[in-house]
């Protein structure tokens, strides 16, 4: 009875296109968020910062990037992992090569840079579809692997691509423990996921679902393919090319063109995929699904394999871990192809009826 | 009624179309008076709906023209049609299955829209101001096709009937000067025909639209439309009001198979 | 000029390995829709289970001949791609008949996952030789025509050959045999041939042991080339392009697209390396599949795609 939304009556259309129109989620993301916010940075240690939440907020932050093309838009991509390191390297040279700089607006120029190079390899979409289309985001990835890897001047000659950044300073504010980067992260992921959010409930965003659902039919109500799909590249790009700035300056602080390989493109597909596809709830709920599993493996294996007396040795636990991260895939797939979200989602309806289920 | 029937806004010379050899539309002329209500018949596969798809633009034709309010243009494209007042209903429902009813409706308002993306990004004044507007204006044609309950239905888990009926709808938030109807009343049952039928007729009484529409069902045919066009074939083979049209031998013939 | 051949002659011995990959794709592609991201995979696997069969075989059954050998492991090998093939089907694409084709896509990855962690841990994953005897020596020919004459690779050589036998014989089996005809009926429509009664399931079986068998194959010749180890999963990537140069549903089209990518690749790595830096193969590939994707988007020989409202 608790989650209930009778009685709350909108009289205004403003108040009904409300991002929570119901008022037990407005206080539950207020409570989440005093929480995220304050919270956690006085009850977790280190290695939970570093290994789990860090990693969390910045590849929730490239899902939703991801989850704007794939999801809202419709143009399926294998080559996110790109974006993410053209921003890096891209707000590395910005950072490096012009003197005084804010930091900040590296970042945001090292976004707009992939966003540029998003609508280039988002040209293809104009013409082709789908798998064809995979393969043209694959074009832009094996590029950049290359380009990051054997052009020295983008990594400033550093030998075989590794960059490095250091003494970080965002308006004063020095970005050095775990928990400042932790506050960080949280902070920008918080302003960028309320931007996706408007986006996808104005006309941008029916413009996007418009081209995804059916889109003979959007042109004929005067929607230009043109423009819907290269502004979701562009906006995808934006966000998965910050993602990546963060990655690479908060996160690792020193990287080579690996951090941002094919692999990562198929892990952030994955997330919006297990998430829940056109769903930005679900960019997060993927997120950290992808990010703890393998850890969770780790921790649960040998444990496990130690209650029948077997013991997993480390290549053994990595192996097995392919496996089941396999197998989850293939099972999420099967049992809910519309990702935890609609779970989520389920599950809501379900405590609104609560305890009368019918 | 209080509508008068005025000048000829569109009109169509000698159009031909083929699909690689085939030729489904032969050397068709037609025109379309400002507020009449124009039928479009004919067998199947006699050419129909391909005539809507080149008065908008999806299909080009190889030959002919088309004069759109004294403008002239070989062929169309679906944007530039559309902003030129004409929108249009799908004989399979092509609505955005992934977004509920006011969404699929807002989608119609999107030429009106002026903020750009980083204001809609913000939630910005006018982005924010613009969007209340349009939710309002969309609520008007929710009103007159009497589909408040499902305002927030996603279109996937609606019946057919009303999937056709918010696919008007969308085509009623262009506010349309020219609205073409493709089959509006195929695979209904008698009830649905006759609210669709009303809604036809009052969307043309009302707003003064003109309506070009293709139906199978010929009473409902020859009962709301001022002038009808008969194809077969790819050909135009009568054209007039219904009554003439039904005297018409040659439509006689192309309904009934051999001559009587 | 001499040189000029020989690169090009090897580039179209790699070329023909790429077609066997690009086969693999094809032939799922046509019979069920799905794009197997899983085929670079099951090329591991494969030659995984034929490196360790072809040792493990004669220390079980005390067998000193090597060719003997060679053929049961080959058998093995292939026997338990049938495995897979069927397990595939059972577990994963009976579920996910009428998804979407970024659901099956996603699938198939999944399905890559847990055959590399399935195949390293039944293998182990170190490096292996394949010793099928293949010649290794390479040999001159053409001396009366050139200056030195043209080194040729005769390991290249057989290899060719046997993917273009392979070829042939797959050639053969889609058009003259009845499963083949029942295969290209599936394609062309499934609930068609369903109709008229084609098991839909077996074909999807059938279908998958096939890309099995094509898979090993390959699996065997790229591993007694470079050794079987964990990065020749990574091939899948590399087939990619040529599909999509030759046309998803045609395997003529994989053939040749094998061989322009094959040629294309080592025409760019020698000419077009030294100016811009090496290592540009793979991206190479690629691009040359987005341009051919700008103006020919079905491919060499894919079915042109027709919107209809």
Known sequence: ?358 | ?260 | MGFFLETLIGGLMAGMLYSLVALGFVLIFKASGVFNFAQGAMVLFAALAMARFAVWIPDWLGIGNPALANTLAFLAAGALMFVVAWLIERLVLRHLVNQEGATLLMATLGIAYVLEGVGTSLFGSDIYKIDVGMPKEPVMILEGSFEGGLLINKEDFVAALIAAVLVGLLALFFQKTATGRALRAVADDHQAAQSIGIPLNRIWVIVWCVAGVVALVAGVIWGSKLGVQFSLATVALRGLPVVILGGLTSIPGAIIGGLIIGVGEKLSEVYLGPMIGGGIEIWFAYQLALVFLLFRPQGLFGEKIIDRV
């Open chain 2, 1 to 260: 009624m209080s509508r008068q029937i005025g000048e000829v806004i569109l009109d169509l010379k000698n159009v031909s179309l083929s699909f690689g050899g085939v030729k489904a539309l032969t050397d068709i002329s037609f025109d379309v008076r400002e507020h009449e209500i124009r039928a479009i018949i004919g067998p199947n596969g006699a050419g129909k709906s391909s005539m809507l798809n080149v008065i908008n633009g999806v299909y080009r034709p190889q030959q002919g023209d088309i004069i759109l309010r004294g403008r002239r243009f070989s062929r169309m494209n679906p944007y530039e049609a559309a902003k030129a007042g004409i929108s249009r209903t799908f004989q399979n429902i092509a609505l955005f299955k992934g977004m509920n009813v006011i969404d699929n409706l807002m989608t119609g308002r999107n030429l009106k829209i002026r903020s750009n993306l980083i204001q809609q990004a913000f939630w910005w004044g006018p982005a924010r101001r613009e969007e209340l507007a349009h939710r309002a204006k969309v609520e008007e044609v929710i009103d007159f096709l009497e589909i408040q309950h499902i305002r927030k239905t996603p279109v996937g888990r609606l019946p057919y009937g009303l999937q056709k009926r918010v696919d008007l709808g969308r085509a009623l938030a262009m506010e349309p000067s020219i609205l073409l109807l493709d089959e509006p009343m195929a695979g209904m049952n008698v009830e649905e025909k006759q609210d669709m039928c009303r809604f036809i007729l009052d969307v043309n009484d009302q707003f003064g639209t003109t309506i070009v529409l293709i139906e199978h069902d010929m009473a409902v045919v020859m009962d709301i439309s001022d002038r009808v066009v008969v194809l077969d074939y790819g050909k135009k083979i009568g054209d007039g009001a219904p009554d003439e049209v039904r005297a018409n031998p040659e439509v006689i013939t192309a309904y009934l198979g051999a001559s009587h």
């Open chain 1, 1 to 358: 009875m608790l989650y209930r939304e009778n009685g709350q009556f909108k009289t205004s259309y403003a108040a009904d296109q409300q991002i929570f129109p119901i008022a037990q989620d407005r206080w539950a993301i207020v409570g989440l968020l005093l929480f995220a916010f304050v919270g956690i940075p006085l009850l977790v240690d280190e290695y939970l910062l570093r290994a789990i939440l860090i990693p969390f907020l910045i590849l929730s932050l490239a899902a939703l990037g991801v989850n704007i093309l794939v999801g809202f838009c419709g143009q399926i991509t294998l080559g996110a992992g790109a974006f993410m390191a053209v921003g890096a390297y891209a707000a590395y040279n910005f950072h490096i090569r012009i003197e005084g700089l804010p930091l900040l607006l590296s970042f945001l120029l090292g976004g707009l840079t992939a966003a540029a190079v998003g609508i280039f390899f988002g040209i293809p979409s104009l013409r082709v579809r789908g798998l064809y289309l995979a393969v043209a985001t694959l074009a832009a990835q094996f590029f950049t692997d290359w380009v990051f890897l054997r052009v020295p001047w983008f990594t400033d000659n550093a030998s075989s691509g590794s960059v490095s950044v250091s003494n970080l300073q965002v308006l004063g504010w020095q970005i050095a423990t775990p928990v400042d980067k932790y506050l960080f992260c949280l902070g920008w992921l918080v302003v960028f996921a309320l931007l996706a959010k408007n986006m996808t409930r104005s006309a941008i965003g029916r413009q996007w679902m418009a081209i995804r659902d059916m889109d003979v039919a959007a042109e004929v109500i005067g929607i230009r393919p043109l423009f819907a799909k290269l502004s979701a590249f562009a906006v995808s790009s934006f966000f998965v090319g910050t993602a990546g700035t963060l990655w690479g300056f908060i996160h690792l602080s020193s990287w080579e063109p690996a951090a941002f390989s094919v692999d990562r493109s198929f892990q952030l597909l994955f997330m919006v995929i297990i998430g829940g596809l056109g769903s930005i709830m679900g960019s997060f709920f993927g997120a950290a699904f992808i990010v703890i599993l393998p850890i969770a493996l780790n921790q649960f294996l040998p444990a496990f394999g130690g209650l029948f007396g077997v013991t997993i040795s480390t290549a053994g636990v990595s192996h097995a871990e392919l496996i089941v991260f396999g197998a989850l895939i293939i099972f999420f797939l099967i049992k809910e192809p519309h990702g935890i979200a609609r779970l989520w989602s389920t599950a809501k309806e379900k405590l609104r009826l609560w305890p009368f289920p019918h």
